[in-house]
């Protein structure tokens, strides 16, 4: 993974791709699939990402104040689908049985002792989020969460130079797109379009 610049962590979630939410607390870590997550800002980069009040891993943001965005591949669909089906609140090991792994690393930018998150081995992106304020208020409502992006980065061979290149990866690092039930679409091929001239 390399680190990817503030000003275009953004981009990692532009594109609309289903995440994987992680969070860690008490000695408990936990890792979710979310199809809802998308940029807010970007300077200073801000997410949002649904989290439905019924989960473990919403349980374990809420006491922790941070979470981790990921983006996994086509590779990984089994793993995608697993995570969003079972609870790690009933399995403990939840991602044993899922078939992932997970680095842990500490949140920058918060008081010591740092907070640590999960990420997921295989993924082509990250990003590290402290919840804002205003979380309390949304995701009371409407389970919105709020982010403020701490770190994020990518894997170089499908993003750098604040670009996502699919086109000259293997097909299988390209990002998940879920319609409903399981069925996922792949990120596609690129289009480039062009403004009128005056």
């Known amino acids: 993974m390399q680190t990817v610049a503030p000003a275009h962590a953004y981009r990692l979630l ?5 995440v994987l939410v992680g969070a860690a607390h008490g000695g408990r870590v936990n890792v979710m699939a979310a199809a809802w997550a998308m940029p807010l800002d970007f300077d200073t980069p801000k997410v949002a990402v649904v989290i439905d009040k019924a989960t473990f891993t919403r349980e374990l943001i809420e006491a922790s104040g941070v979470f981790s965005l990921q983006v996994p591949t086509v590779a990984m669909a089994d793993a995608v689908v697993a995570l969003g089906s079972m609870s790690g609140r ?3 090991d939840k991602l044993a049985r899922c078939g992932v792994t997970v680095s842990m690393v500490d949140v920058p930018g918060m008081a010591e002792p ?3 998150l999960p990420l997921v081995q295989g993924c082509t992106a990250w990003l590290v989020c402290r919840t804002l304020p205003a979380t309390a208020q949304v995701a009371g409502l409407h389970d919105l969460f709020l982010g403020e992006v701490m ?3 990518s894997d170089p061979r499908v993003f750098s130079d604040g670009r996502w290149h699919f ?3 293997d097909d299988s690092l390209r990002s998940l797109h879920h319609i409903a039930g399981g069925q996922f679409y792949a990120t596609g091929t690129g289009v480039r379009g062009q403004a009128p001239q005056d």
């Not at 532009?14 to 289903?18: L, S």
């Open 14 to 18: 532009n594109h609309g791709p289903t």
């Open 90 to 92: 009933d399995h403990a």
């Open 114 to 116: 740092a907070p640590q």
């Open 151 to 153: 770190a994020a980065g």
């Open 167 to 169: 086109e000259q990866a």
